[in-house]
């Protein structure tokens, strides 16, 4: 009979910065390849360098590991997605699921087929369409969202100074045509229940919240200790609720390359137009990554490859 | 500072036959409630009667735990994907992502739009499509295609008697006309290499193996142990082969339910339409499944409820 | 050798008032199936008896058939789209055809997939997402386009009367979140060159706008007259450009049932929500049918019957 | 009060050999232009050179003219769907429309997915899909097909000599995956009734036969005569008959160019990947033209524009 396998939740073994530091170097180095764009569809975006990369890591006991530009604060964009699925989660429960569906996007393509194949129903509460659905959701279950999500980030993070960057929520408000069709074709489906401004209004504001690294590391701990927000000392959702919402990440998190994510990282995580991307590795820590060029499918492209490094050299892929 | 979480690994803490039993009664306790659908294209899959139910756990050390109807064989139908992908990447390695690609299929709908948009590249290896392609591979490049998979079937269950249902896939062969319209098409493409015939032949034959829950169990045992077989002792996989092999059965391996089997199970699993299911814990153990009537998804309606209550027994799941 | 057939444009072999009074008795003897649907998103729509049936033919001597509620006011909905495609065609031609295709639809399911498949140019201006741009067009290139089209219907029907339901368009405008998403859709492509408010404003002002069937019957004259319009004497359009508004409207102006109504009725032919349904015959006269029940394709359930009574009648199919 | 305008069937105004000599010029001072692409997927396709034009006009008195090389054979390809749909509506009329419908078919890429998402009833009889169904409804009602059909044409045409291209149609079987996956689909669903192969065969053989450009002309004749056949003097269909086909080439003869055909020639048109388009004047000709080189939606370059100038020079557009 053989031993059974060492229990790779034991990170004593591994000198995370160690890892960290060998992981910056290896990126750093790519910087010039310059491959990758930045999104530049509105100018506070496009004016990030992108010669930009910041790495944290928060474990269970609150320490916290980081590298690069770790500090850096940034609009996290589409990874306020998990924070409002959990709050939507907890104001209505499984009802959630009558109005979003819980299943992989296919392709950027099926985006609006899907919709309309559906009637309405978007596949998943990290499309745009779903987490317009969810916002929606938040409107209706809190009294005042915006000030109750602020709240949840700045509990989240331990950090009282997150904030929503108001410029920049009106400038996507502005050019986001596309989130403006969405919103009102679930409308016309009957799936959004409050005003479809209002909606907009919110989601580009959760979009728009600026935080760095070890903020969003530290925000993501209550999913890898089973609900329990370590800065903040909350249970923010069951154990249950924590597995679900990583299994959604797993499978949805990055856009239409979750496939591809699994295979090379295989960590339930949330990507951002902005170049972040958090991670989950339960039972052990939170993490982020940001880099802000992008891959074709819109996930950044050496934040992604900083994590399938950062999984291969610990052994801490799920898989 | 809280003390670090136990090692879910260490599986000594659980009475796993007391699991299994609770789970076997649970399950027939659910057979009178006459949900789900048997598979009815062909009379083999059609005859079998839909109260029966077997779950068996194949550890690293070689123990096996079963319960119910462990020992009645099925053919494994669609669960062969995972064994011929296995095949095709040991010949091929890489190159085999530039005829089949690892994303989730999105939903049924889309397998034939989706084929046509990405130019006879299948979405997955999963997908019938993609299988069909992945059949081709394997016939490329082993000199006798049935033989080394049966060969390798037998050492991966330790099962010398794994045999193929000519009968069977002769009955399957006759009325799978969808089967046929998809690997023409993908010919049309270019993407099929073999003779279509000779490909089909060798797909049907694949989906007629004969196993039972114990061997299935045993033969996902080297995804659970760094790509080596226990009741072999060989080396099938790199340890990285095979974590990316979980990684795809997590995205893709139980059709369109991929984000529902995450959120409820959490394992790496692929189905088959005869009611079979296997899984992976990863560092733990092999798994399988097996109850005919289906969900309209075409996944064992009881199987995913048994992995389902397993997982929340033991907190195995990898989220 | 057998003699050439008689002219089909001699019409003065039919009796016009025996065969309209023979459709109105006909359709009327239908009312009683209660068939068909009539619009009810607005109430202005929901609103109208559906035991209505009018029909009016204008011939290009001026002479005018009516039967029925052929002077019963309704608001023209989508046969408007006729008049700003041709007010577009005048301001800037051929390049109409950059912005907007001019193939036939498919089928309901395909108009998103299709705006995303073909970045943002509609498949014909005859949809909806086609009309939001002509009207776009038309925004761009007349001083004051309201007063513009108003003028332009005046003088086409040769009613000083014509004008819009500001209600009915403030009512349309509220409740149609669908077209607003359309119209966002084509903005975030850039096939959208005036504010989306604005063009949606007109958009729904050339809906709401109010005509009965002799309004209309005379609205179409120029189109089965080579451009030449009877009631104003103006030369609206060449020769060349009537001819190819009648073949769009033969191949998109009744949805998604093109081929049925060229099939069934055989002539150019533009319907709207409301019942109406304007066609020409060229050479010979301008027509209008209205009944407000609509088959399951938004068409005129009596109204296309009565088209399709009249050709068999007359034998003036162009086919 | 404007007089009547002329009747445009009085075509003795017209000096109909000066204008295919013009016409004929004109083409032939395009061949050196070298665009558009002669089919390649079989050899004897490929081999055809492009600088081939014909031209020919069956008027329903018997008079021929013709033009270019309008005595050269080539295969007449999906020319041939208006035949075998004339012989299915003749054998099961009206039942046809439950197994084929006929609506324009949107665009290529949508053939599959409107498959799937109308569960195997193709969308019109003259794409692919719709012709094997037709195909399959010609081999159920009518004891030997291939001499029934070959029989037909020669009597259409007067040329006792049609015949089939057994090497081609050999040929194309051999290379004809996609229409492989097509008849399976189909199959998959029910609605073909024979064996696959065998309406295979018989589809291929269709589109292989011989002949040129007077036969065709005089084979459409009837579709222009109320249904008589002038060659044979046969009542082949009804009047009703012949003005519906003529309404479904209109919509749908000229693959996904239906909306352009009809925009820029104005008559009921089928083409054929060999180059060959024929049209109805209704009351008036059967028309053909033949040229190899293809436009990007697979319909004759030339040919296209031999029709766009016949009907603008002669005003014998429907529209």
Redesign the interface.
């Known amino acids: 009979?053989?031993k059974?396998?060492n229990?790779?939740?034991?990170i004593s073994r591994l000198d995370l910065d160690d890892i960290l530091g060998t992981i910056n170097e290896e990126v750093r180095q790519r910087f010039g390849e310059n491959r990758g764009e930045v999104a530049d569809y509105i100018p506070a975006l496009a004016d990030v360098p992108r010669d930009r990369f910041g790495m944290a890591l928060a474990l269970?006991?609150?320490t916290v590991h980081e590298v690069g530009n770790a500090r850096e604060r940034f609009s996290i964009q589409s990874v306020s997605k998990v924070y409002t699925l959990t709050l939507a989660l907890e104001a209505i429960g499984d009802a959630l699921w009558k109005r979003v569906?819980?299943?992989?996007?296919?392709?950027p393509?099926?985006?609006?087929?899907?919709?309309?194949?559906e009637k309405g129903i978007p596949?998943?509460p990290f499309m745009n369409a779903g987490a317009i659905v969810t916002a929606d959701v938040v409107l209706s279950n809190y009294g005042d969202a915006e000030a109750t999500l602020l709240e949840f980030m700045r509990a989240r993070s331990g950090n009282p100074e997150v904030g929503a960057d108001v410029e920049l929520a009106k400038s996507e408000r502005e050019s986001g045509?596309?989130n403006?069709?969405?919103?009102?074709?679930i409308?016309?489906y009957g799936n959004l229940h409050n005003d479809?401004q209002d909606v907009l209004d919110f989601y580009f504001l959760q979009c728009s919240l600026r935080m760095d690294c070890v903020d969003l590391a530290r925000s993501m701990q209550y999913l890898a200790d089973g609900g329990r927000c370590g800065p903040s000392g909350q249970q923010v959702t069951s154990a249950?609720g924590?597995?679900?919402i990583?299994?959604?990440m797993?499978?949805?998190g990055t856009y239409?390359?979750?496939?591809?994510f699994?295979?090379h990282v295989?960590l339930?995580a949330k990507s951002g137009v902005s170049g972040a991307i958090v991670a989950v590795v339960?039972?052990v820590m939170g993490l982020c990554v940001w880099s802000p060029a992008l891959d074709r499918k819109g996930n950044s492209l050496l934040g992604g490859y900083a994590l399938h490094r950062f999984t291969?050299m610990t052994g801490l892929?799920?898989?």
């Open positions: 009979m053989r059974p396998p229990n790779p939740y034991d269970l006991d609150g569906d819980r299943e992989p996007s296919g392709d393509f099926n985006s609006l087929i899907q919709l309309e194949h596949r998943n045509h596309r403006v069709a969405l919103a009102n074709f409308r016309s479809v249950e924590a597995t679900r990583n299994a959604m797993m499978t949805a239409d390359a979750a496939g591809d699994a295979f295989g339930p339960p039972h291969r892929s799920v898989f």
